[in-house]
């Protein structure tokens, strides 16, 4: 069982930053993917970005550019970071951290957590 625990979230007005944060705890061996997905009302979840634990991420198009993607595996942390720059507001949604055994079985098989609301808008 892994858990999942979101921070950062809030509210911005357009052209602004946030920083997400997202702690893995309990049995996280091979868990070698970790990253974020969005919903906003109305729409499907989608990815925003994702990284493996050899540190190669992966960038949904609406955010390439704007957002960036890091993890921290020292010490035997399991934390992923998303930096978003530029915020507009359809970047508007619950933001869910996910992790799994690999980018490609995380969302279906993975873990995810509870979700952090953002909200761009002035």
């Known amino acids: 069982q892994v858990h999942l625990e979101e921070s950062g979230g809030g509210w911005v007005q357009p052209g602004g930053s946030l920083q997400l944060s997202c702690a893995a705890t309990?049995?996280?061996?091979?868990?070698?993917?970790m990253g974020w997905y969005r919903q906003a009302p109305g729409n499907e979840r989608e990815l925003v970005a994702a990284?493996?634990?050899?540190?190669?991420?992966?960038?949904g198009d609406s955010v390439k550019g704007r957002f960036s993607i890091s993890r921290d595996n020292t010490w035997g942390k399991h934390t992923v970071y998303l930096q978003m720059n530029d915020l507009k507001p359809e970047d508007t949604g619950v933001y869910y951290c996910?992790?799994?055994?690999?980018?490609?079985?995380?969302?279906?098989?993975?873990?995810w957590g509870q979700g952090t609301q953002v909200t761009v808008s002035s």
């Open positions: 990284v493996t634990s050899a540190g190669s991420p992966n960038y």
């Open positions: 309990g049995n996280v061996f091979g868990y070698n993917a």
């Open positions: 996910v992790s799994g055994l690999s980018l490609a079985s995380m969302s279906q098989f993975g873990s």
